[in-house]
Structure formats: C-alpha cells, structure tokens
C-alpha cells in the first residue's frame, strides 16, 4: 500500500479524513514518507522476509499437533463447499440433508476447530504446501506492524524497518509467523484493534478495509480470540475520547465482532445443526476446574448417586487437565462418542454445582493459573525437526533430526525471548515514567491496550484453559514493540485521542 506524505502543515487535506476536527488531532499522526512511494511495499516484503527465518533452522515451517486436525477439518468442509457449489460431487454424509453433513463427515473427531482457520490451512497447504501458509503469515503480520508503527506511534521508514527487523529477530514474532497455528493473530488482533480505535481518522480507505478484515477473520480464528477481542473493546471504550467519538469507536470495533459472531454460528448451523460457537467443544472448563480441584471434590461426594454420565469414569480419570482431555487411557479421548456427547451436555451443571459449593477454591485457582500464564511464555510447545508431504487427501510426517532446530534445541532462543520481553517492560516503564507519551494521544491509547492485552490474554488462557507457553508468547512480542516504538516516537505536543 504506497504511502501518501502529507505535504508541512497540510494535515487535513487528506479526503479520507472524516471532518475538520479529526483532521486537526491527528495534523502530525501519518508523516511525511522519506523514502518515497513505494517504501511501505518494501518494509512489509523485507518484514516478511525477515520473519520467515526459523523456518530455516527447521527447513519447513513448525507443525503442531492442532495442525494435522486443522487440515483434515478443512478438507471435510471444502468437499461440502464445493459439492453445495456444485463443483465437485456432493459427500455421501449429504444425503441425510446438507445441514448436519460436517457432524456427520467429523463425528470421530474429539476436537471441532476454526471452521475458517481449518478452512484457510486445507487451501493453502494443498495449493502452494504449508511454506505458502507460512508466508502468507508472514506478509500479513509485516503488512499490520508497519501500519501500526506508521498510524498510531507516527514512525518514519528506517525507524520501522528497524524495529520490524529486532522484532523478527528477538521476539516470538516470526515463530509465530513461522507456526502453523492461528496464535499469531492474536497478537495481529491487538494491533487491529489499536488501528480502528486511535487511528481511524488517518487510516487511508484501503487500510480501514484491511484492518476490518484482519481484525474479524482473527476473531473466527480461535474461540479464545472472541474473548480477547471483546475484553479489549471494553479497555478502549474506557480511555479518552473526544466529543461524539466514543459511540463511533464502539461502532467500529463492535461491528466486526458481530459479523464474526454471525459467521460462526451460521457455519456452525449449517455444518453440524447446532448454532453455537462452540460445536462439539472438548469439555475444557470441566478438565480445567477438575485440574484446579472443584470439579473433582464435588464428583468424589455426588458419584455415583447424582447420576452425571462422567460418574462411570471419576474413579479412573487422569488428574492433569491435559491427561484427562487427551491421554490414550482413562480419559475424554478414551470414551465412547455416546459418553464424550454426553459428558459434553452436562459439562456446564456439573461445573456450576462444582464451583457454587465451592467458589474460593476456584477463585484462588483460577487466579494462580492466570498469574503462571502471565510469566510463562516461551517456545517449549514448538516441535522442531518436523515437516510434511502434503496430498490433497492427507499429509504424512517427515522427520527432520538433523536440522539445526532439532539439534540444538529452542531453550536458548526461548531464554532470549524472556530476557527481551523483561528488558522491554523496564525500558517501557522508564519512558512512561520520563512523560515520553502523554495521556491522551494514540500512542498513549495503544501503549494501555497492548498491557490490557497482556493481562487478558493471560486471563482469558490460563483460567479456561491452563498455563501453557505458547498461550502468552503469542502476544508477549507486543510488548517490546511498544517499548521500541515509544522510545523512537517523536517528541511533540500530547494530542487527545480522536
């Protein structure tokens, strides 16, 4: 997207300012480019470029276990799309009715997963393998960060090239670009949610259209997404706010939202008859607050007498919430599809009653596991000496061991990571303590709503879910990007937030 520089002084003349008074807060938020038109195309390749450098200590982008269900999820609802298209045969699962087909096509599976994220790694992997997915991230996440270092911390084109380049290099930013996981947009998610809150008054029509999209496909990507980017419309709406722009900046992140909602629930109606954003969810409140305690206290007084399907089980279920999701034995995954369908219906009763008769315990829990979530992040999760042969019907595992990834392991690289994002936090601190940014202005705003992000995010995964080190690593690399913008910016006066 080539930039336009505004000519000295001429900072309302853009036409895709809304009116005068917009164009006047943010007379000095989009500066002139240095470096001509088509600077901007060159950041966000060399970003990109950049960002692809773990794949080659692995040579193949990193798989995760989630991947292969992605994939296999994806082409079950291609066959659907194309065959409701009539473009390829229709499934046999559709002669009962095309409504329903995909539970019927999936009904084995333990886990239902992003009906777009499955849908996107299915076209992309059969298409161009995943190094095409895998660039397309990395185009994405540049394309976002040098528009958020532009609109909302007022950078020129060395600062944001530099600061993309320490990105890729220090932070989980281009493992995360590299990760065949839909992890990377919710940090992408925050910096969208940044853009169309602060910046929408010097946002060229192009780039409001990209960052609706991204910020609402990255919502349909994970269920954890939804709560994040609900959380953070809350944070926003809270700070500063001219007159008549707060219902506008409501306006702007609600509407993706909604759409989002609208979206899932109408895929997840037409694929498996239920409007739900959740179809058939493994129980992970159940397995969480059974970890925690609750769960687990309430079933050892009730069973067999209070007659839950898990009653059968209590007695033999493994006691991590991970183990009693997925180990082969004496777990979720072990049940029959009746017993997992069932257990899934009373999921919600079962930790109501758990958590009512013993709402301290779980309160303690669940912040602890928050607080852990908060510090813990790292790329422990990643497999490294792992790649994939794809064929359109499915894809087999190559092993890579002797790759550098798999030889010399990621601790290093994760230490690294924790000592960059420590460093960023002080160096962030120091500044806001120096008046670097003042109270009002969108580098200000975006400042707040990346440390809201952090906090929620660590809420939003360690209490649902549990502490795991990819769940805060994926966004914890905002953080030295606000850092290294903040101490770059531009002195000037504060200016209000539109």
């Not at 046999?92 to 499955?118: C, F, K, N």
């Not at 709402?359 to 510090?375: E, H, I, K």
Request: glycine share 8%; hydrophobic share 55%.
């Amino acid at each position: 997207m080539p930039e336009r520089g505004l000519p000295a002084g001429a900072g309302a003349a853009s036409t895709d300012l809304p009116h005068p008074a917009s164009a006047a807060i943010f007379a000095t938020a989009t500066p002139a480019d240095d470096a001509g038109a088509w600077s901007r195309p060159a950041i966000v390749l060399a970003g990109a470029v950049l960002l692809l450098w773990p794949t080659l200590l692995n040579e193949h982008p990193y798989l995760f276990w989630d991947t292969y269900g992605y994939f296999l999820q994806g082409k079950a609802y291609w066959r659907l799309v194309l065959g409701a298209l009539h473009v390829a045969p229709a499934p046999p699962e559709t002669a009962g009715g095309w409504v329903g087909a995909g539970a019927r096509m999936l009904a084995t599976d333990p886990a239902i997963r992003s009906v777009s994220w499955s849908l996107l790694t299915y076209a992309l992997a059969v298409t161009g393998s995943f190094w095409l997915l895998a660039c397309a991230n990395a185009l994405v996440a540049a394309a976002m960060v040098e528009l958020a270092l532009l609109r909302l911390f007022q950078l020129r084109v060395v600062q944001r090239l530099t600061i993309l380049a320490v990105l890729a290099l220090v932070t989980p930013l281009s493992w995360f670009a590299s990760y065949l996981m839909p992890d990377l947009y919710a940090g992408l998610l925050v910096l969208a949610a940044a853009s169309l809150a602060f910046a929408w008054a010097v946002l060229r029509t192009v780039e409001r259209i990209g960052v609706l999209v991204l910020y609402g496909a990255s919502i349909t990507f994970h269920g954890s997404h939804l709560l994040l980017a609900l959380g953070l419309a809350g944070v926003a709406l809270a700070l500063p706010a001219a007159a008549g722009e707060r219902w506008a900046r409501a306006c702007r992140l609600a509407a993706p939202i909604l759409a989002a909602i609208v979206a899932m629930l109408a895929a997840s109606w037409f694929l498996f008859g239920q409007a739900t954003l959740t179809p058939q969810a493994p129980p992970f409140l159940l397995a969480r607050s059974w970890e925690d305690g609750p769960v687990r206290a309430y079933l050892a007084r009730t069973c067999p007498d209070a007659g839950w399907s898990i009653c059968a089980h209590v007695d033999r279920l493994a006691p991590t919430a991970q183990e009693f999701l997925w180990q082969p034995e004496n777990s979720y995954w072990s049940m029959s599809l009746e017993e997992r369908a069932a257990v899934r219906a009373e999921e919600m009763a079962v930790v109501g009653r758990a958590v009512a008769a013993d709402p301290l315990a779980q309160l303690v829990a669940s912040l602890a596991n928050a607080a852990r979530q908060l510090v813990r992040f790292g790329l422990d999760d990643f497999v490294p000496g792992r790649g994939a042969a794809v064929t359109p019907e499915d894809y087999t595992f190559v092993y890579l061991p002797t790759v550098p990834a798999a030889v010399w392991g990621l601790a290093g690289f994760s230490a690294a990571i924790r000592l960059v994002a420590t460093a960023a936090l002080v160096a962030l601190a120091l500044q806001l303590g120096r008046g670097r940014i003042r109270t009002g202005c969108p580098a200000w705003a975006s400042t707040v709503l990346v440390l809201a992000a952090l906090l929620l995010n660590a809420a939003i995964c360690g209490v649902l879910s549990g502490p795991n080190d990819r769940y805060q690593a994926r966004i914890v690399w905002l953080l030295p990007l606000v850092a290294a913008a903040v101490t770059a910016r531009p002195r000037g006066p504060a200016a209000p937030a539109p």
